[in-house]
T-cell receptor, first 115, second 113 residues
Framework: EAGVAQSPRYKIIEKRQSVAFWCNPISGHATLYWYQQILGQGPKLLIQFQNNGVVDDSQLPKDRFSAERLKGVDSTLKIQPAKLEDSAVYLCASSLFSLSGNTIYFGEGSWLTVV | DQQVKQNSPSLSVQEGRISILNCDYT??????FLWYKKYPAEGPTFLISISSIKDKNEDGRFTVFLNKSAKHLSLHIVPSQPGDSAVYFC????????????FGQGTELSVKP
């Protein structure tokens, strides 16, 4: 079974530029998550989708971050304009349901460096 | 507010010995706990989980213990192997909160041959 796919793996941009990350979840998984992991910290949830609807985006900096999952499968996370503190790994994850007790599976991450 | 805490940033263990990684939490609504393992330049990989109705779950060399009264869980790896060297994250989810995971800061385990 194919895992969570993410691209690009690595991206270096200058501050104030924009960047977009793409994610394809495990087939059949209705729930998709974007997490941000800053070096030395645990992953922090940015946004959670159930099919193509947003379940939780309370931690998403909406002035610069946006995400969509238009057809309930693939998702895109965009940052515009980027700041130095956005340098992090952006992890996409998926699970069958949006219920506690459900295992969440992660992709390999998209590594962003803002200079 | 750090709801899940891993107070040891690093742990070094000799090959063949037991590794014990600890995790504390504050939210009494958490009802499911997981451990993830992360190698450099890779995403976190699910390792083992435990429901709040249990106090122990075992899978091969890995055992997770849950002490609800102390709001504490631990991961035991016996025997430890050099390939176990990685960062281990504790995570928790709460009922009625959509299944999202709250992560600890991670503990870097180094198993020396």
């Amino acid at each position: 079974e194919a895992g969570v796919a993410q691209s690009p793996r690595y991206k270096i941009i200058e501050k104030r530029q924009s960047v977009a990350f793409w994610c394809n979840p495990i087939s059949g998984h209705a729930t998709l998550y974007w997490y941000q992991q800053i070096l030395g910290q645990g992953p922090k949830l940015l946004i959670q989708f159930q099919n193509n609807g947003v379940v939780d985006d309370s931690q998403l900096p909406k002035d610069r971050f946006s995400a969509e999952r238009l057809k309930g499968v693939d998702s895109t996370l965009k940052i515009q304009p980027a700041k130095l503190e956005d340098s992090a790994v952006y992890l996409c994850a998926s699970s069958l349901f949006s219920l506690s007790g459900n295992t969440i599976y992660f992709g390999e991450g998209s590594w962003l460096t803002v200079v | 507010d750090q709801q899940v805490k891993q107070n040891s940033p690093s742990l070094s263990v000799q090959e063949g010995r037991i590794s014990i990684l600890n995790c504390d939490y504050t939210n009494s609504m958490f009802d499911y706990f997981l451990w993830y393992k992360k190698y450099p330049a890779e995403g976190p990989t699910f390792l083992i989980s435990i429901s709040s109705i249990k106090d122990k779950n075992e899978d091969g060399r890995f055992t997770v213990f849950l002490n609800k009264s102390a709001k504490h869980l631990s991961l035991h790896i016996v025997p430890s192997q050099p390939g176990d060297s990685a960062v281990y994250f504790c995570a928790a989810s709460a009922r009625n909160q959509g299944g999202k995971l709250i992560f600890g800061q991670g503990t870097e385990l180094s198993v020396k041959p």
